[in-house]
Every structure is written in C-alpha cells, then in structure tokens.
C-alpha cells in the first residue's frame, strides 16, 4: 500500500490520529463557541443595564424621557419637551387677551385702545420709545429746562428783558442732548442690562 492509501483508509492508525485530533479540535471550538456567545451577551447585557442606569439619572435629572422610546413598546414617543409657541400661535392669543380686556372697558376707553393698539401704532411707538424717548433722554431734558428756564427767567426778570418762548424748547433740547450723551457712555462703559 502506498502512502496516499494508507492515509485514506478508516482503519490505518495515522488516519485515526488526525480524525482524533480534528474532532479534539472541533470539541474545542464547539467548548469555546457557548463561552463567547455567553461572555458576548453578558457584555451587551451590560450595556443595556449602563444605558438604562445612565436613562434613569437623565429622567430623574430632567424630570422626563430623553430617550425618545416610550419604556414598555420601544415606540417613539411624543418629544417631551415644549415647544416655542409660533408667531400665529401668539398673535391669536394677543387678540384674544386684547377683545376680553376691551369688554370690560367704557365705550370712550375701548375706542381709545383699538386705536393705539393697532399694529402700525404699537411698531411706531416701539422705536420711538426705543430710540428718542429713551426714559433718561426725556427726564435730563425736563430737568435742564426747569433749571434752566428758571435761571433764564429769574435772570430776564431782574435785568427787564421779555422771554420769547424759545427758551424751554431749546433747554429742553439741550438737556436732551446731555441724556443721550450720557446714555450712550453708559452702554459703552457698563453694558445694557436689562432686568
């Protein structure tokens, strides 16, 4: 018998020894197999478990669902955070505020405040307010012209010159002018802050 035969035939003692050690092997890989799959799903298992503990500290700190899964389907569910309401949404509500109060006042009083309260009105007013009838602009014209009107006049009184009229506007300008100045360092030095 040739070698290629001897090793091909069942019953040869070398043939026996390589079937042995390839089912030795196999029996080995078939031992490790159940050890892999086992430390594989005890590795996912504790995943899930991590992923669940850090999913409950995230809702006990957020007092909600991040996840985005309802906790018994695994469905989505409904985005647990609120949304801002949209420029239609505020509007209807403004209106609707604006009609119950305007009920409750007198005829003359609902007349007056359709009126200012119409959309071209409250725009110009916002800018205004914004811009040239700034609270400090306005209270350092009033005071620079009481202050001086009063030396003006006190002073025109004394020496017997007549006031044309003139001077409170111009003092008040004047005084306009000193608050905006002094606004506008405000801001450039502190910051606008608003409360």
Excluded: C
Aim: glycine fraction near 8%.
């Amino acid at each position: 018998m040739a070698d290629g035969e001897r090793l091909s035939s069942p019953q040869s003692p070398e043939r026996r020894n390589d079937l042995a050690e390839a089912a030795g092997e196999q029996l080995e890989k078939l031992k490790k197999t159940p050890e892999n799959s086992a430390e594989q799903e005890s590795k996912s298992q504790e995943r899930a478990i991590e992923h669940a503990r850090k999913q409950a500290e995230l809702e006990a700190v957020f007092g909600k669902e991040t996840s985005g899964e309802s906790k018994q389907g695994g469905e989505p569910s409904a985005p647990a955070t609120k949304k801002a309401p949209s420029k239609q949404t505020k509007q209807r509500e403004y209106q609707k505020t604006m009609a119950s109060v305007q009920t409750k006042l007198t005829p003359t009083a609902r007349t007056f405040s359709k009126v200012i309260h119409t959309p071209a009105v409250e725009k110009t007013s916002e800018v205004v307010g914004s811009t040239v009838a700034r609270p400090n602009m306005i209270l350092m014209g009033s005071l620079f012209a009481f202050v001086a009107v009063l030396g003006v006049y006190l002073l025109a009184k004394h020496n017997g010159f007549r006031l044309t009229g003139f001077e409170t506007i111009g003092a008040f300008v004047a005084g306009w002018l000193v608050g905006a100045a002094f606004d506008i360092l405000r801001v450039a030095f502190a910051g606008r802050r608003r409360v």
